[in-house]
Structures are given as structure tokens and as C-alpha cells.
């Protein structure tokens, strides 16, 4: 079995930041990618930033200069930066990693269980 845990998510005013952390464990044997999701009231949930095992990154354009992905292998961990918050960024923020567990065969997908970021003044 693999849990996530994320935390870090809160209420903050316009052009704040907040550090979001999500620690993966459990009978991991590799990840290969972390990534962060969100999901605003009524709309689809939609990727923010993904992270490969090498360091490669991918943004959405709605975030690229204001937020920072960024992972640790070694504690099988994945953090998101975020700076310059606008209220649109409200959401629930997921993390995902896709990972290879104990005695599989294949990479599966992990989701954590959400935390609530509320950017208002």
C-alpha cells in the first residue's frame, strides 16, 4: 500500500504565498513522477506542475513564474512553492505521484487526499 499526506494549504491574501508538502510512504519501490493537481468548485481538476525523478518540470501556463515544484528523492517527498497568489488559484490541491510498488510489476497512480488553498482578501 502507498498514503500520501499532503499539508500546507490555508487561507492567505492576494499576492501571498504558501508551501504545500505531500510525503509519499509505504511499500514504494521507485516513483517516477510527482505531480500537483487542482480542483475549483465546479470545474475539472487540472494539472499545476509535474516533476520527473530526473528534475524535469512541467508547468501550467496559469502558474509558470509564480510557482515552484520540487521533490526529494531520498524522502519521497514533493513540495509546491507558491508565490504571488491570486484568487483565482483557490482550489483543492492534490498531489499524484506515479510510483512502482513492492512485488509490482508496473507503475501505478497514488492521489492524496486534498488540502484547501483559499487566496482572499
Known amino acids: 500500500q502507498v498514503q500520501l499526506v499532503e499539508s500546507g494549504g490555508g487561507l492567505v491574501q492576494p499576492g501571498g504565498s504558501l508551501r504545500l508538502s505531500c510525503a509519499a510512504s509505504g511499500s514504494i519501490f521507485s516513483i517516477y513522477t510527482r505531480a500537483w493537481y487542482r480542483q475549483a468548485p465546479g470545474k475539472q481538476r487540472e494539472l499545476v506542475a509535474s516533476?520527473?525523478?530526473?528534475?524535469?518540470?512541467n508547468y501550467a501556463d496559469s502558474v509558470k513564474g509564480r510557482f515552484t515544484i520540487s521533490r526529494d528523492n531520498a524522502k519521497n517527498t514533493v513540495s509546491l512553492q507558491m508565490n504571488s497568489l491570486k484568487p483565482e488559484d483557490t482550489a483543492v490541491y492534490y498531489c499524484?505521484?506515479?510510483?512502482?510498488?513492492?512485488?509490482?510489476?508496473?507503475?501505478?497512480?497514488?492521489w492524496g487526499q486534498g488540502t484547501q488553498v483559499t487566496v482572499s482578501s
Open positions: 499524484k505521484i506515479n510510483a512502482r510498488s513492492i512485488g509490482s510489476f508496473g507503475f501505478s497512480d497514488y
Open positions: 516533476i520527473t525523478s530526473g528534475g524535469s518540470t
